[in-house]
């Protein structure tokens, strides 16, 4: 494909198109797979789940529970069928703990009743005997144990020693990096049907439908081809039902061989909070040479990410942190370490922008302390560090960084957000302020797209023309909220030349497409739209060769244009063209496949070239804190996002602001808190805080940037949105920082943990107000 | 009580205009009844807690509008004689109101799960409030959550939507009220007078006794247990009062805290302000005045400002009738209270400021909106000239039962609120409290902020705000 946007105007894509759902969503007509009228003899599941962080599981007995009314079938680890085995990505990871409990709220089994509530309070009354061990529920106590639920991993480049050694100055520092809840607002569910030969129909709420139908063959002892699994919508997914949805479709799969009757599986809040994995909290650790104009020389990062209990998707959420923690910069020697330490809490999973933030946090936290004990502007450090925009400097894990759009957002954002002014008016401010102070921050972030693993970067795209000239569109990718559907569908119309209503979206099914990968790493639209596009300009291709037949003229003169086709002053409908080609007997259907080019990775030297292209985004936050109670609201942030050629700026913008917000949380209000039990008691929105309307800055300029289609080849030259504006919340993080760095004197740097709750903001207040006499520029 | 002889055997009520029974256990959940039996889907559960607001319906009782109330904590058995609104009942003629027609087109929906509850909530402000103000959105909203969006454009659409005219809405003529309903072995009972109220009571000491169930029905819906006999007082004539002297208000216990607020706005415009931070749109339209005390949280936002304010409460049991005591020597130790299981609370008084009186109360929480307090501390003095005469500081968050701060109140009274007094106050606090470590704070905060709150009040009271929602 060769297409330059600047020059084409288009008639479906690039159009701010309304979610194709949008107005059932506001009907409530929109169905979820708990809203699906119930099959006859459908039965209700919950998980049991273990009370303990860690022991030996000695008994699992589900008499009291099969005694309570209307409770019909218990299925523990003894009555799995197949294998008792749900790991992603490494074997080991069982569906319910048989031998070994390993976190509070662990599965252990599942029971089904005649009705939910039925379901629920047999769980409950089944015994659960441990005998319990000492859990170890924090990184630093498994990492001083070595205990790692899979190697260690380094991104290295350059001489690191050497470069710390010769240091003018030498920055150490150390961030504790909190987790973060998915919470999607519809919970973890799925629906199993039992068919004839032993078959398994199941709808689940999930961003891997191809995995989950590998892992129910698997769990239930057959082959793929028995497991059909339909996705048509999840009540929001953020990467929390990539591999966790596994777990809940297995589990009623189970049950629906057992009893012979369709079950279903729905987690009640807290047991979803509790049983299914999170964001990765890290602590990352850092020694940093620089010089004393800010140029950063060599950087040594090490971070300590609680796995949990097994591997899960640790690994590559682990190396897409080492691959981010160069953000925008090019550092000539780098070292960036990264241990998955086993815990006994939850397995952590993948959670939007999959590592990359905890990446960028770190070292948007070391470019601050840099510039703060050198007394720099932090927004002259950054430029200084910035991979030049014409050198083509290549990253620690050998990509070189092209197509670099990092000058162009950082100045644009400077000056859209009027960046001079408000900073010499905060100083002023806070001169005058004892209480409330205000800081302001900018700050950059590139983010790689594509899957680490070269394997994943691959997906098909099924496409139907039938004779009345309707479109059947159904890919890899499941709609989670995202707008992927309507995304994908305008790249079909644009290709037919057809009107958006032509084109039916329909359910994500492993029957009609297959072998796909999740929907995750921003890459739903370039490659399932991709896919579709090869399928669509696949038929295309035939259709015109019968158009031109049936029109007498050569192919070269056939034009597809609003839902016809020309040749020179003549035209017939796209349907009646469909009805032809029909006739012809020409096939009017494709499988559609796409495998993004160029990318390549080493698994073991953590070297090559795993990201497809980069994308750029810039943001500017100001904040006030109350330096009495920590208290802190975001006044105003200035976004400014790289599309590339935006398939639909529409659905790109409420991604960008969405994400920012949901990264906002996590830096500010969300906190998981455990006991010293291992018990997280944060598991409902009574307790774990996302933002509400008001928490959203109360001045929110956000925009796409303009006329910057891809450098790659990518579907229309869009570019991925879905993580990307997410780490731009660094910004109101940094913003907090800078209001704490108010109260104290130059040259000393803020010590805030993530995130900067009232009171870690007070904490950090406090400390710099202590350390603010005794210490002089470092 | 009126003189049916037989239990009634059914909930009736008007569901999106048109009267139906339901012949489900009175405890059943409002949303399992209108997704389970009633087979309306649009309504969503998202928590089950009262906390995110998918499940939001529209209640009208009686007179009153249509409230946004959470489906997911409420109970049949507040139901009946009322109407209910989901959201397939606002479309008219098939087509979607205003606010549907602006959120669809505004991008306000992306994965769609909290979308109808929303519409529920902001369709419950705009038939109250047809061009709202940004605030009033965020007030409407604080019990709804999104977690796509960033909720911007909603906030957008709202205002989109206040613009256009809305639909006329049909007011349904509501079923009257029945003393006694009894399904699948749990029984109901529908007090319209205290007498009544105070017999079912001495009967029934151990029933369950319902006022706007934000509390007790976090507990039914999280399934833990049933109830088999329920005492409502949200339809005792005595306990829905609100009377005002040139002294004093008084409160009955039904009163819910929406009308609490409408009402205390202009005599309390800090406890005004409190109160909107209080739950939601949803959880104020049926938690009670009364519920909030009875229920006897350490952390309830009620008390606090209440005691400050020196506030006294009236109960009443057939056996004794009516006696008044101090709100603060109603909390005993950690949900343990002077109620006597024969007794039920009619009413909470609360004195107006005289010239002279300063009034604050000041909550902490991670969350502006919708969350429960860290900290909570409510100040009442009385000033001559500089000096402060008489004072009340009380806390929540601080100690098992909403408790006053007398050490401190003693480093103030007779002395000006300066730097010197304030600094005392701040320090007997430790004499005072020894809170607790948890999810919202740790000890060490919840002591620093207490204080902190001590010095915001000196702040306030010299004319100066230092708040970060203030900017």
Same mark, same amino acid.
């Given at each position: 494909m060769n297409i330059d946007v600047r020059s084409v105007q288009r008639a479906t894509v690039g159009r701010g198109i309304a979610h194709d759902s949008a107005r059932k969503h506001v009907a409530g007509e929109a169905d979820y797979i708990d809203d699906m009228p119930e099959l006859p003899g459908t039965l209700h599941a919950a998980l049991v789940t273990s #009370? &303990?962080?860690?022991?030996? $599981?000695?008994a699992l007995d589900p008499a009291g529970a099969l005694a309570i009314e209307s409770v019909v079938a218990f299925c523990g680890p003894?009555?799995?069928?197949?294998?008792?085995?749900?790991? #992603?990505? $490494? #074997?080991?990871?069982? $569906?319910f703990a048989s031998e070994i409990v390993d976190y509070v709220g662990q599965p252990l089994g599942v029971v089904a009743a005649e009705t939910f509530e039925a379901a629920v309070k047999a769980s409950r009354a089944v015994h659960v005997d441990v005998e319990e061990r000492e859990p170890v529920l924090d990184v630093e106590t498994a990492h001083e144990a070595e205990s790692y639920v899979i190697p260690s991993q380094t991104v290295a480049e350059g001489d690191v020693e050497a470069g710390l050694a010769s240091a003018e100055q030498l920055i150490e520092g150390r961030l504790e990096i909190g987790g973060q809840d998915h919470f999607y607002l519809e919970t973890q569910i799925a629906y199993a049907i039992p068919g004839e030969d032993g078959d398994m129909t199941v709808h689940s709420s999930t961003q891997h439908p191809t995995e989950v139908q590998h892992h129910v063959a698997h769990v239930l002892g057959g082959l793929a081809n028995s497991v059909d699994v339909f996705v048509r919508r999840m009540g929001g997914g953020f990467g929390g039902k990539e591999s966790q949805a596994t777990i809940i479709a297995a589990a009623a799969a189970l049950l629906a061989r057992k009893t012979r009757r369709p079950v279903k599986l729905r987690l009640k809040r807290s047991v979803d909070m509790s049983a299914t994995g999170k964001r990765h909290d890290m602590v990352a650790t850092w020694k940093a040479g620089v010089r004393k104009n800010g140029r950063i020389e060599a950087l040594d990062i090490e971070y300590l990410a609680r796995a949990g209990n097994t591997p899960d998707l640790t690994g590559p959420v682990i190396t897409r942190a080492l691959t981010h923690s160069d953000n925008s910069y090019f550092i000539p020697a780098a070292r960036f370490v990264g241990h998955a330490c086993k815990t006994n809490t939850v397995s952590n999973t993948a959670f939007r922008g999959f590592g990359g933030p905890q990446g960028i946090i770190a070292i948007e936290t070391i470019i601050d302390q840099v510039a703060r004990e050198l007394t720099l502007d932090p927004n002259v450090v950054r430029a200084i560090n910035y991979y030049g925009p014409e050198t083509g400097e290549v990253t620690p894990y050998g990509q070189p960084v092209e197509h670099n759009r990092l000058v162009e957002v950082t100045e644009t954002i400077l000056a859209t957000s009027e960046w001079q002014r408000r900073r010499a008016e905060i100083d002023a401010h806070n001169a005058t302020s004892p209480v409330l102070r205000r800081g302001l921050a900018m700050m950059p972030v590139k983010f790689g797209i594509s899957f680490n693993l070269t394997s994943l970067n691959q997906a098909g795209a099924l496409v139907h023309v039938y004779q009345d000239g309707s479109v059947h569109l159904n890919h890899g990718g499941t709609e989670m909220g995202q707008g992927l559907f309507m995304k994908v569908a305008q790249v079909v119309a644009e290709v037919f030349q057809v009107?958006?209503?032509?084109v039916k979206i329909t359910a994500t099914a492993t029957g009609k497409v297959p072998n796909t990968s999740a929907t995750a790493a921003s890459t739903g639209s370039d490659i399932n739209g991709m896919a579709a596009y090869n399928a669509a300009t696949a038929i295309k291709g035939r259709m015109t060769n019968v158009a031109a037949d049936h029109l007498e003229v050569p192919a070269e003169e056939i034009v597809f244009r609003e839902g016809r086709v020309h040749a020179g002053n003549r035209s017939i409908s796209f349907a009646e063209l469909a009805k032809h080609t029909w006739a012809a007997r020409v096939q009017l259907s494709e499988a559609g496949y796409y495998a993004t080019p160029k990318i390549h990775w080493d698994v073991k030297t953590l070297k090559g070239r795993p990201f497809f292209y980069y994308t750029y985004g810039a943001a500017v936050a100001e904040v006030a804190i109350d330096t009495l109670t920590g208290e802190s609201r975001c006044l105003r942030a200035d976004l400014l996002q790289d599309c590339g050629a935006s398939l639909n700026p529409a659905v790109d913008l409420g991604q960008i602001e969405g994400a920012f917000v949901q990264g906002m949380g996590w830096l500010t209000c969300e906190e998981l808190w455990w006991d010293e039990k291992g018990r997280l008691r944060t598991i409902g929105p009574s307790t774990y805080k996302i933002p509400g309307? /008001?928490? &959203? #800055? /109360?001045d929110f300029n956000v925009a796409i940037l303009e006329n910057a289609p891809n450098g790659e080849e990518t579907v229309f030259r869009s570019k991925a949105v879905g993580e990307p504006p997410l780490m731009l919340a660094v910004s109101v993080w940094l913003a907090i920082r800078d209001a704490i760095a108010s109260c104290g004197q130059p040259g000393i740097s803020p010590k805030l943990k993530a995130p900067a709750t009232p009171e870690h903001i007070l904490e950090a207040v406090d400390d710099i107000r202590a350390r603010g006499s005794a210490t002089g520029v470092a | 009580m009126n003189a049916e002889t037989k239990a009634a055997e059914a909930i009736r009520f008007v569901l999106n205009g048109k009267t139906v029974e339901f012949a489900v256990r009175p405890d059943t959940t409002a949303l399992d009844l209108v997704r389970l039996h009633a087979g309306l889907t649009g309504t969503k559960e998202g928590c089950a807690e009262g906390d995110c607001g998918a499940c939001t319906v529209l209640l009208r009782r009686g007179d009153g509008p249509r409230q946004a109330a959470n489906a997911c904590i409420m109970t049949a058995a507040q139901l009946d004689g009322t109407e209910l609104t989901t959201v397939e009942g606002l479309k008219h003629d098939g087509a979607l109101t205003p606010l549907q027609d602006a959120m669809a087109q505004n991008g306000s929906s992306q994965c769609g799960f909290c979308t109808p509850g929303i519409v529920m909530a902001l369709t419950g402000l705009i038939e109250e409030n047809p061009e709202p103000e940004e605030t009033a959105i965020h007030d409407a909203l604080a019990g709804n959550l999104c977690?796509?969006?960033?909720?911007r454009p909603i906030v957008e659409a709202t205002k989109v939507a206040a613009k256009a005219k809305p639909a006329s809405i049909a007011r349904s003529v509501l079923p009257p009220l029945r003393s006694e309903i009894a399904v699948g072995g749990c029984v109901l009972h529908q007090p319209g007078d205290l007498a009544g109220l105070l017999e079912l009571r001495g009967r029934y000491p151990d029933a369950v006794l319902l006022a706007g169930g934000t509390d007790l029905g976090v507990a039914r819906a999280d399934y833990h247990s049933g109830w088999d006999r329920i005492v409502s007082t949200a339809h005792v004539r005595e306990l829905r009062a609100i009377t005002a002297t040139r002294d004093e208000w008084t409160f009955g216990a039904a009163v819910t805290w929406e009308e609490v607020l409408a009402t205390v706005a202009d005599d309390y415009p800090s406890l005004a302000t409190l109160i909107r931070r209080f739950g939601s749109t949803q959880i104020r339209s049926m938690g009670t005045i009364g519920g909030n005390i009875g229920t006897a949280s350490p952390i309830g936002d009620g008390p606090p400002p209440l005691i400050a304010l020196g506030a006294t409460i009236t109960l009443a049991s057939r056996a004794d009738g009516e006696r008044s005591i101090l709100l603060e020597d109603f909390f005993l130790d950690y949900r343990k209270t002077a109620m006597r299981p024969d007794e039920v609370i009619i009413s909470v008084t609360l004195p107006r400021l005289k010239d002279g009186e300063l009034f604050r109360v000041y909550k902490l929480s991670k969350r502006y909106d919708q969350d429960i307090s860290t900290v909570c501390g409510a100040f009442w003095l009385r000033m001559e000239g500089d000096t402060v005469s008489e004072c009340r500081i009380a806390y929540g968050g601080m100690a098992a039962i909403p408790k006053r701060a007398k050490s401190s109140e003693n480093k103030i009274i007779g002395r000006p609120l300066d730097s010197e007094s304030t600094r005392a106050a701040v320090e007997a606090l430790s004499d005072d409290f020894s809170p607790l470590s948890d999810w919202r704070g740790s000890a060490e905060y919840r002591m620093k902020a207490a204080g902190a709150l001590i010095q915001r009040l000196a702040h306030d009271a010299a004319g100066e705000t230092v708040e970060v929602m203030a900017l």
């Open positions: #009370p &303990v962080a860690h022991g030996k $599981l000695i003894d009555d799995i069928p197949g294998h008792n085995d749900i790991g #992603p990505i $490494l #074997p080991g990871e069982p $569906l009107d958006i209503e032509t309307s /008001r928490d &959203v #800055p /109360r | 977690r796509c969006t960033g909720y």
